[in-house]
């Protein structure tokens, strides 16, 4: 391949995986007001530490573009991965907070049908957009979206456990379902916080 064909096959992976980026962030904004405006309805800290995920995932989505569309090398990278880092931390922080105080209180969260519904397009689009993700980042050598892809992978993930426990608050009235899938994001933000700071070395 040419010196051409290389500059022209990386400019379109890049605008590739900034097209995939708005597309997250678009996705997430709106999933973060239909989540908490679900969680605050229903009283349903799953829903809420979902919509607290979509956030965190707002801010990664955003670190990516930023560096993407800059120049910075390595140093910029690195901090984009320790801002992913971090973000992270703090969501496993509100959702241990907020399931310990559902379970001792014994707080039975409500049904959500809008909630609901959001949790199941989003496993597939949180699919879907991963998928772009990890193969545009593996193209063009760049570690911060292909641990961002990583990111949108489990939040699909993610979504689908949280779906599992509002249903089954739903359904059957396991009221405890709820707080305990929030856990799953728990354990989950940990991890990934973990593998972001160890990534940026």
């Known amino acids: 391949m040419s010196a051409t064909a290389g500059t022209t096959t990386s400019r379109m992976l ?3 995986g900034l097209m995939l980026e708005y597309l997250t962030l678009s996705w997430n904004v709106v999933g973060t007001v239909v989540l908490l ?3 605050f309805a229903a009283g349903s800290v799953a829903l809420a530490g979902f919509g607290v995920d979509s956030m965190i995932e707002i801010v990664a989505s955003a670190v990516v573009v930023w560096q993407l569309k800059s120049e910075g090398g390595s140093g910029r990278e690195r901090r984009a991965l320790r801002i992913i880092a971090v973000a992270f931390v703090l969501l496993a922080i509100y959702i241990a907070a907020q399931s310990a105080v559902v379970l001792t209180s014994r707080s039975h969260p409500g049904r959500s049908a809008l909630g609901i519904a959001w949790l199941a397009v989003t496993v597939g689009a949180m699919f879907a957009l991963a ?8 193209r063009l050598g760049n570690a911060v979206l292909q641990t961002e ?6 939040d699909g993930v993610l979504a689908a456990a949280v779906l599992l426990g509002v249903v089954l ?11 305990l899938s929030a856990l799953v994001i728990l354990v989950y933000g940990l991890r990934e916080a973990h593998h972001a700071w160890a990534e940026a070395g």
Do not use: E, M, Q, Y
Request: cysteine-free; overall charge positive.
């Open 14 to 16: 890049l605008r590739r």
């Open 37 to 39: 405006i679900s969680a």
């Open 131 to 138: 998928a772009g993700k990890r193969d545009t980042g593996r």
């Open 149 to 154: 892809a990583r990111v949108t992978l489990i």
């Open 169 to 179: 608050n739903a359904a059957a009235g396991w009221w405890w379902a709820d707080p």
